[in-house]
Each structure stands twice: as C-alpha cells, then as structure tokens.
C-alpha cells in the first residue's frame, strides 16, 4: 500500500504557465510517458555496471565548489545506487583543449576532451561516471557555454557548477555555500536523470523540468514528480518509501530546509499519518 501511495500524484504541483524566458515559452516539448520511456530502450543498472562514480575536474574545492563527499551522498539518496568519487583530474597535466572568448573572460575547457578523458577513466562496475567542475565549459567553437554535456552510450558526463556560483553572479543574501550545494545536487539530478533516460518534464514542478535562466532553474524543487520516480524506479527497483527517507535524512543534514519540509509531509501522506 505505502508503495502504490509513493506514486499516487495528489499533493504534487502541476507545472507553472510559462513566462516569456521560461523553458516552455521557448521549447516545444510533448512531454514523455511511462511508455514511451520504456519503449526508448534505456540505460538502466545491472548486476555489474551498477555504481554512480564522481570525480572532480580541475581544483574543486579551491575554487570555491561544493564537498564532493556530499555530491557523493546525495546522489546515492536520489537514484539508490552505490556512488563514489574517484582521484580528481589534474587539467594542468590533462591534454584539453581550452579558450578565452575574450581577455576579461574566464578560461573555458572544451567538454569533448574531457569526455574522452573520462571514458578512460571509467570503471568496469560503474553505470556512470560523472566529471564535476568549477571550470566554464564549451562543447564547440560556435557556442559561448554550455553547462554540460554527457554521452549516454560510453555513460559518461561533465557538468560545471560554475555560472551558478553566487559569488559569480553577484548574488547576496542566503548562505553561499548552502545555496551552491544546493544547485549543485539540483544540476547532478537533473543531468543524470538524462543519463537514465527520463527526458524533460512537461506536467509538475519537478526536478526534470527544463530550465533557461537562474530564476525559472531556483523555483524549481529537489524533488521527481511522480511520472518521473516511477520511471527512476523501474530502472533502479529502489523502494520508493526507503528512498524518500535518504532525501530526507540528507535535506536536514545538508540545510535544505524547504526540500526537507516537503519530505516530511510526502511521507505522512504516503505512511497515512
């Protein structure tokens, strides 16, 4: 019963109208049931490719980035695989190529190159291996950035936390650090739900919801909708209950006070109290 109530969708929002900027006002999305998921085909564990890898690309932590232990910890709550982190790469030693746009603009690395890096590196038992960065990425000279950039068939990805730095942004107000954490498990969610296969969110407000600009990518919450952990769970075969208390757990260490909030009340409604 407390299983079939983990996916029953009262108590989720549905998706805001659109604004101007928002994804949805600029990208024609239908939206992706469970069948066409699963018709899809895609990546999903198994017996020996079953574990999430981490590994931090350049100087993480001197750079002003979030605790890869806690990206780590996070993403075992989330998708309820095994997750770890590797020895960083060293883009002082690496062979990738890199650029300025401009001589008041920060370096960029192009994500090719780091991929490429990245397949060498990745683990005969791992489902994915996931390069984390503070450095601006590019994945072709005719765009200005981009925040990341996987390959679904060799189960790799980079992702850069560096434009939601607040002290990138000027931003004020809220604890930097908690926020930057924050975003950072919010892009890691995101982008590796991609790599399990779950496309964009069309009908809740949802973690896999698309986003254009900070504001519209910050309204949106931790969490899947429950079309979204449905298919999450027919991947990993997670106990769904069992998995909303690692969120839970993880929110009120991490400081997500909103998120955990939300966690509560979802298990008293699943758990009928």
Known sequence: MTQRRAFDPRGFQPIRAPGG???????????????????????????RRKKIYMIPIGYLDRQGGPPV?????????????EAADLPGLDLRKAHVTKRRLSPATAEQILTTDVLALLKERLPGDAFALLGVTMEDLYPAEDWNYVFGQAS????????????????????????VDRLLLRRS?????????HMFGVAHCVWYQCVMNGSNHIQEFDSQPLHLCPVDLRKLQWSVRFDAVERYK??????????????AEWLRSRLKVIEGN
């Open 21 to 47: 900027l928002d994804w949805l006002a600029n990208h024609r999305e239908l939206g992706q049931g469970m069948d066409e998921f699963v018709s899809s085909r895609p990546n999903v564990p198994d017996n």
């Open 69 to 81: 232990a806690r990206l780590v910890e996070f993403s075992h709550a989330f998708f309820g695989l």
């Open 152 to 175: 679904l068939r060799d189960r790799v990805g980079i992702y850069s936390f560096a434009r939601y730095n607040r002290a990138q942004n000027g931003e004020k107000g809220m604890d």
């Open 185 to 193: 498990c919010h892009i890691l969610a995101h982008e590796a739900g």
């Open 246 to 259: 690692r969120l839970l757990a993880f929110s009120e260490r991490a400081g997500f006070r909103n998120d």
